[in-house]
C-alpha cells in the first residue's frame, strides 16, 4: 500500500484564512495546533500562474504559488510538503516560509536507504511549524499525519 502527500501546513487559523483564497480547498485538522490543506486539482488550478512550479524541486508545486506561500506566512509559519512511498521506497521534500521568506529548505529525501524519521525533510518542517515528537514518535506521526494515506482520503475525512 502506498502514501500520497501534496499539502500546505500551517497553524489552524493561519490555514483556514489563507485558504479563504483558495476555491475548492479543505482545510483538515492535524493535532498539534496544525492544519494540512491538501493539493488538490481544483486548489492547484486557482493558485497557478501556469507555470512550471518546479524550481524549488517539488513534484506539483504550483507555479508561482511559493509567492503566494510567503505573503501567507506573514500571518504564522507555513510549509509545503510532498511525499510518494510505496513498499518503504519513496521520497519526501518540504519547505518552510516564515515572515514573508523561505526560511528552511527545499528539503529533499529519497527514502532507497533507511533514514531515520526525525530528520525527515517533513518532520523537520513540522518541527519549524512548532510540532513535537512523543514518546515513541516523530513529529509526522506526532501531528498524525499517517492517519490517511492519499489526498483523497484527507480530504473525505474532511466531509
Known sequence: MGYELQAVIAGDEVLR??????????????????????????????VTDGSDGRRLGFWRLPGEFDTLLAQWSAAGPIAYVEAEYFGGVGEQRAAVWADGALVLGPLDEPTKKR?????????????????????????????????????????????
Open 17 to 46: 484564512v489563507a485558504s479563504r483564497e483558495v476555491p475548492g480547498s479543505q482545510v483538515v485538522p492535524l493535532g498539534q495546533g496544525l492544519a494540512l490543506m491538501p493539493m488538490t486539482d481544483e486548489a492547484f488550478a486557482a
Open 115 to 159: 533514514f531515520s524519521w526525525a530528520v525527515s525533510p517533513i518532520s523537520q518542517a513540522l518541527r519549524r511549524l512548532g510540532a513535537r515528537r512523543s514518546l515513541g514518535k516523530d513529529e509526522f506521526e506526532a501531528v498524525g499525519l499517517g492517519r490517511h494515506r492519499s489526498n483523497e482520503h484527507w480530504i473525505s475525512s474532511a466531509r
